[in-house]
């Protein structure tokens, strides 16, 4: 026991230094050594935290090319400035890794990646195993924006892999809810609910608004929105390359904060469940739309991106004729249901409060719907309405009926996945560990069953107050005495509506 303890420290800090300890070298950094890394989306939260770890437990990587196309008039080399700055990096930074990353000018919706033809060669006889991780993730793209992105990208990409000279794999990332039309879904790929090419064809050839009118048609095979469409089909066309190009497809289902690295919360965005849990920590949501008997399929990012570079390995190294797929998720392998999400998270949002506060938290879940726009009237609403007039007494900017109706389409967007249920199989993603060294397993986590929902929910909303809010742990003090005065608040403004009601009761 004594040795397997000092084995892993050893790798641990082999990990954090960078140093390449030929005793201990794990298999799946001599897969990666001396190889380069082509990644798409890199700039979106999977593909940061991807980047971070290649870096930081890949160390004989030679290069990470990273596609990255202009946006609103920064240059692809602004982009990754700026993305390197990013806190995600801080474990790297003074390590001198980061000038292994490069940045190439590209695009996925555009013709042939949109890439140079100097930047086309040299990923051509340089990259060794790409990460597919770029997709249009809102819920509601409309069908011609999906399409391109989603799934002609995914063949553009494909079309790209098919010239490389030292390519080993190809992960494509998925989603778990790629059938969503199903309630049952196995680890292989599906036919799609349309003919890709058909599809790619008329997005090709017709104008915007006639592919719209293919939207109604394609939702009625029980998809929710153009985001499961579109990545359906791009599986279908990853799996007609299973005998040319060592591919591989990863889906993962909710992708959450950190559970342990880079660091444990960090998480740089609110869409989704993040959004949801820091408005109920902050006391502005108080009814949802959700069966809070279902289970709630959410993955770890750190577990996500563990999984995308452990399976290029295992791709490489055990794949078998068909396409392997991988559901990375967690309903199957460490359950936790709605109910159980929501306690936990207003356990932790009244022990670790932020100075953001806007009520005492309480809400509730519901699938009755005319129950739910009476809450949302009263609780979500009128309180919106007279905080905005309250913020135009003071001359300010009336913000709160805008961030209410914000949100009120997003959780439409969402009620999909709050009211339906899927059982995942995860033979092959089990796989993944099991096939680890002991070394490998202490430097990539892949498996979910080893984490606790009460520990993860309080790292998560300590993740959201420290990288979402960026709220100081300085504050904290002064917050849990805010959240105090809401209670009274709260405690004195039910009593006053009982005695108005008891006053009308007694006045008939």
Known sequence: MGSIICLNEAVLRMSKDGNNNRGLESTVQSFYEGGSVLVTGATGFVGKALVEKLLRSCPGLETIFLLIRTKKGASPQERLKELLQNKVFDRVRDSGCLQKVCAVAGDVMEPGLGLSEEDKTRLVTQVTVVFHSAAT??????????????????????DLCKEMQKLQAVVHVSTAYSNANRTEVDEKVYPPPANPDGIMQCVKHLSPELV???????????????????????ESIVSQQADILPISI??????????????????????????????????????????????????????????????????ANFRKGSVP????????????????????????????????????????????????????????????????????IKGSKPIMLKLCQRFRMAAR??????????????????????DLSVAD????????????????IKIYMSGIRRYILKDSPDTLKSSLQKLNRLLWFQRLGKLFCVFILYKLLWLR
């Open 441 to 456: 397993k202490v430097l990539f986590h892949t498996d979910v069953a080893k984490l606790g929902w009460d520990e993860y």
């Open 212 to 234: 719209e009118s293919l939207t109604t048609m394609l939702l009625a095979n029980n998809h929710p929105n153009t985001y499961t469409i579109t990545k359906a089909m791009a």
């Open 325 to 392: 797929v991988y559901n990375c998720t967690s309903g199957s392998l460490n359950p936790i249901y709605w109910h159980e999400l929501g306690k936990l998270t207003l356990k932790h949002s009244l022990t670790m409060p932020s100075k953001y506060q806007q009520w005492y938290p309480g809400f509730s879940f519901t699938t009755n719907r005319f129950k739910h726009n009476i809450k949302d009237l009263f609780l979500h609403t009128f309180p919106a309405f007279i905080t905005d007039v309250y913020l135009r």
């Open 250 to 315: 990863v889906r993962p289902s909710i992708v959450t904060a950190a559970w342990q690295e880079p660091f444990p919360g960090w998480v740089d965005n609110i869409s989704g469940i993040t959004g949801i849990m820091m408005e109920i920590g902050r006391g502005t949501i108080r009814s949802i739309i959700c069966d809070e008997k279902y289970l709630v399929d959410i993955i770890p990012v750190d577990i996500v991106v563990d999984s995308l570079i452990v399976a290029a390995w295992h791709t």
């Open 413 to 434: 967007t969402g009620e999909f996945f709050a009211l339906h249920e899927w059982q995942f199989c995860c033979n092959n993603q089990k796989a993944l560990d099991t």
């Open 137 to 158: 993730v809102k819920f509601n793209e409309t069908l011609h924006d999906a399409v391109k992105l989603n799934t002609m990208g995914t063949q553009a990409v494909i």
